[in-house]
Each structure stands twice: as C-alpha cells, then as structure tokens.
C-alpha cells in the first residue's frame, strides 16, 4: 500500500507559476513509476506529466510541455510538478499516482494504481 499526499495547489493569475508536490509513502518509491493527472469539471480526468522510477526520463502532454517540469527525490521521497506560464485552462484539480512495477512511463490511467487526494489549481485571468 502507497499513500501519496499533495499540497501547494492555490490560486494564481495567468502567467504565473506554481509547484505542487506530492509526498509518498513506502521504502520502494525508487521503482515506481509516478505521473501527475489533472481534472477540471465536467472532463474526464487527462494525463499531465510522467517520470521513470529512476528520474531519467519524462513525457508531458503536448499541452502543457515547455511550460511544466515534472522531478522527484527519491531520498524524500517526493514527486513535483512545477508550472510556468499557467494559462486559465490550467484551471483543474492535479493528482499525483504511482504505479508500482513499472519502471518507465506512461500516459493511460489505468497503469497508476494509486492516487492521491488532489489538490486544486485556480488560473484566474
């Protein structure tokens, strides 16, 4: 069982920036894979941002790359999303998820087996 936590979620003008990090339990985190998700109401919820268990690679969704940055520490052990540029489209709650057993990337939901609670990102214009 992985417990994930958010925080830094908060309200920001566009343009602006913001971190989010998401905290995890367990003393394997150093072989999860972890990826950012983000649902903004009435949409089903969309990929954000991917990282290999190693830290090594990444892929971030066509909409958001060059402006978010996705980093862990596995010492923490600590996943981060940091958001430039934030556009009012931005506007969403961000999860972060780990998906034990695999060591690279992905984008599909259905291979994060565990989610955090959330934490809610504003854009305002």
């Known amino acids: 069982q992985v417990q994930l936590v958010e925080s830094g979620g908060g309200l920001v003008q566009a343009g602006g920036s913001l971190s989010v990090s998401c905290a995890a339990s367990g003393r394997t985190f150093s072989t999860y894979a972890m990826g950012w998700f983000r649902q903004a109401p009435g949409k089903e919820r969309e990929f954000v941002a991917a990282i290999s268990s190693s830290g090594s690679g990444t892929d971030y969704a066509d909409s958001v790359k060059g402006r978010f940055t996705i980093s862990r520490d596995n010492a923490k052990p600590t996943v981060y999303l940091r958001m430039n540029s934030l556009k009012p489209e931005d506007t969403a709650v961000y999860y972060c998820?780990?998906?034990?057993?695999?060591?690279?990337?992905?984008?599909?939901?259905?291979?994060?087996?565990?989610w955090g609670q959330g934490t809610q990102v504003t854009v305002s214009t």
């Open positions: 998820a780990c998906a034990p057993g695999l060591v690279g990337k992905s984008r599909v939901v259905a291979a994060y087996r565990y």
